[in-house]
């Protein structure tokens, strides 16, 4: 009989069990139950988990074994695709479309997937997230239309992307690669991008064991962060920026 995941308290304060505890099948599943209040999102965050559950289930909390980052200056487009930008008009901005991001998302699909696993649950508790200032959505606008967007939670001075879109092909490379560049240029190292797969493999993502992911997301998280609307701080430039050599 296959072990379960730890049943979460109700205290949303409550703190996960250990990594460690994670199972190996399904792969970093670590607990079950609990909300989806911000306090438990934020905990969730902090101690490297994320939710991840599909209509019917209780929320489940991850962790896997390796995890998938970005750093913040390997970030890979193209020579084709960078040469294609300077000759679009998309601009590039951040939380100005939050709920059309996170709704484009649910709606995306998705290689080998039924459904969406952002259900309005997940929706509304991202939304408030965004209002209390933790989560942030990048979008890429041709003129007024949306083409690509991302959205995640910022903890310090770390990003945790949890998904992103293209309405028109290289929207959502352009999202990562301005949100790149963004965080860069502030000294956040890391973007967290969960888990494997071949599209994220493809713009420079790479895998660390849980351990050493852990031992650097505690670092990182405790560093001054930038709470609130990122509207001003990101701005707005042309995604052409990001074919310059």
């Avoid at 913040?72 to 998309?90: E, G, K, M």
């Amino acid at each position: 009989m296959s072990p379960l995941p730890h049943l979460l308290a109700a205290d949303p304060l409550a703190p996960f069990p250990p990594p460690s505890q994670a199972l190996a099948e399904p792969p970093g599943l670590l607990a079950m139950g609990g909300d989806l209040s911000p306090a438990r999102l934020l905990n969730a965050y902090r101690a490297g988990v994320f939710p991840w559950f599909s209509a019917g289930q209780p929320p489940l909390w991850w962790t896997p074994d390796p995890r998938m980052v970005f750093h913040t200056d390997a970030v890979r487009l193209s020579s084709r695709f960078r040469r294609q930008l300077r000759n679009l008009r998309w601009q590039v901005t951040a939380d100005t479309a939050f709920s059309q991001v996170v709704s484009a998302c649910a709606e995306a699909p998705r290689r080998g997937q039924r459904g969406t696993w952002i259900l309005p649950a997940m929706q509304a508790a991202y939304a408030e997230l965004h209002r209390l200032g933790h989560a942030h959505s990048i979008e890429v606008f041709d003129q007024e239309r949306l083409v690509g967007g991302l959205y995640g939670v910022a903890i310090g001075q770390m990003f945790f992307g949890e998904s992103m879109f293209s309405a028109d092909s290289g929207g959502s490379k352009v999202a990562l690669a301005g949100l790149a560049m963004r965080l860069r240029a502030w000294g956040w190292p890391m973007i967290d991008a969960q888990v494997e797969n071949p599209h994220l493999l493809s713009l420079g993502a790479k895998a660390l064991p849980r351990s050493v992911f852990l031992a650097r997301l505690a670092h990182w998280v405790d560093q001054p962060g930038r709470i609130g609307p990122w509207t001003a701080i990101f701005g707005r430039f042309a995604a052409a920026e990001l074919g310059q050599d």
